[in-house]
């Protein structure tokens, strides 16, 4: 029996328009109702996905959300801290030395701000701080108010490609990475990702994984997909997801979370 359903957002939950459908908000309310506990797990920091829990009711009951790629986990009523895995100066001057002159941006995100530490901003950080509805804090690391749950390397492909090229091994040993956009690469604490963010929520809440249901559409959910007992790829998804999962389903842009959960969870195939 399926007592969570994490659920990844863009891509995922809302449709291309980065919305909520009608019919996902009609099923979310049916899961609620089901006393079916949702996590929303996403790249996006915390501010970027508080107008959509609202939304769909889950500040006023049993609800969660994994943010900023699984840096942190959130019980969404008084939007309670459970974990939260941060980066440092040291670790942004790190990337910002290796990376310097490839023609990147090295921008930090934490669940409350967007930080621009360069004079210029990269068009790349004007985009998401667009979907977002979040404002860039143009600031020194040494000044930012809130810890970094992510350092991103922004650029157009051909800049990140190759600033990801000199990179040494070690880089990718030492931090959690992914690279989800072609105009943005990752870097988080080794124990962040979505994967180790749902083991952690299984563990909190007393579930094993056979009571746990996943969907999600790109690279970094393939380490939550794989953790749960039932996993579903969206019908736009890379074939490398669909491979791992259990279920694929529809595109996001038809609804394929709602017939997933009817399906897998209702046992109604719409």
Known sequence: ????????????LLNENRELSEVNKKTIKKMIDSNIILCFATGRPLNGIKHFLEECNLTNTESYSITNTGACIYRNQNFQLLKGEYLNECDYQLIEDYTKGTG????????????SFSKVINPALIHDSKILSM????TKIQDIVNPIC?????GNKESIDYAISILPKEIFEKYYTVRN?????????KS?????????????LGLNNEEVLVLGDNFNDIDMLIEAGQ??????AHEDIK???????DTNEKNGFTKAIEKLVYENNI
């Open 1 to 12: 029996m399926i007592k969570l359903v994490a659920t990844d957002l863009d891509g995922t």
């Open 231 to 236: 996993s579903v790829a969206m019908g736009q």
């Open 181 to 189: 956009e072609t105009f943005s690469f990752e870097l988080l604490n």
């Open 192 to 204: 962040s990702g979505k994967g180790n963010a749902i083991k952690f929520l299984m563990d909190y």
């Open 104 to 115: 990147v941006q090295v921008a930090g995100y934490s669940d409350f701000d967007l930080y």
């Open 243 to 249: 491979r791992i999962c259990t279920y694929v389903t």
């Open 135 to 138: 404002p860039i804090n143009e």
């Open 150 to 154: 992510r350092i991103n390397i922004m």
